[in-house]
């Protein structure tokens, strides 16, 4: 069974940093990888979408790699802004799960003043 | 129109009542999803329909009825809760269940208080 982890669980950086952010994954075998963006209380934003035969995806400040043989991906948020405060999680579709993605538990991120 | 819209946003409700979630989207998806999330936890998968068609049930109790009257709409109708299944409840939707290199679309959730 895919299971997901992300580390830090939290984490806080003055604003202008890039900010990384880890994601893993035990089974290789993924069609594609997705990071999701929540506020509180509200629903996932989707930020982006890495396949498996890719190795990046960028969208403006935002860059997300993959790499299958080591089971990680890493969401790049450059020049942090405190509107980028919010929890990133990840979420990997493996080629046996017929559409059901597994969540990691999510980094909680705070980018002040 | 990308969005997925849900409603209400927020329902209290008592343990003997019956109400129902609505979710709505207009990008021809054909698959959609109902996440049930408690709070500082990721989304939990409920249930699937796939071409207005129950295709995931993840083993969630008979008090959650799930409903899908055409490829737009999907409902989830409410029944004899209990307070642990206050949380918020999100609906998704997809191009294609499984698909390769389709995004999920999210709604901004309907936040479930039971009493």
């Known amino acids: 069974k895919q299971e997901v982890t992300q580390i830090p669980a939290a984490l806080s950086v003055p604003e202008g940093e890039n900010l990384v952010l880890n994601c893993s994954f035990t089974d290789s075998a993924i069609y594609n990888l997705q990071w999701f963006r929540q506020d509180p209380g509200k629903g996932l934003t989707s930020l982006l979408l890495?396949?498996?035969?890719?190795r990046e995806q960028t969208s403006g400040r935002l860059n997300a790699s993959l790499d299958k043989s080591s089971g990680r991906s890493t969401l790049y948020i450059a020049a942090s802004q405190p509107g980028d405060s919010a929890t990133y999680l990840c979420?990997?579709?493996?080629?046996?799960?017929?559409?059901?993605?597994?969540f990691g538990a999510g980094t909680q991120v705070v980018v002040t003043p | 129109d990308t969005e997925v819209t849900q409603t209400p946003k927020h329902l209290v409700m008592g343990m003997t009542n019956k109400k129902s979630l609505k979710c709505e989207q207009h990008?021809?998806?054909?698959?959609m999803y109902w996440y049930k999330q408690k709070a500082k936890k990721p989304p939990e998968l409920m249930f699937v329909?796939?071409?207005?068609?129950?295709?995931i049930n993840e083993s969630v109790p008979s008090r959650f009825s799930p409903e899908c009257p055409n490829s737009s709409l999907l409902n989830l109708h409410l029944h004899a809760l209990q307070p642990e299944d206050s949380a918020l409840y999100l609906c998704a939707s997809s191009q294609e269940q499984g698909a390769l290199s389709e995004k999920l679309f999210f709604g901004s959730g309907t936040q479930l208080s039971v009493l």
């Open positions: 890495i396949q498996s035969s890719q």
């Open positions: 979420a990997a579709l493996t080629t046996d799960s017929w559409g059901k993605l597994q």
């Open positions: 329909y796939s071409y207005e068609k129950l295709s």
């Open positions: 990008m021809g998806h054909r698959a």
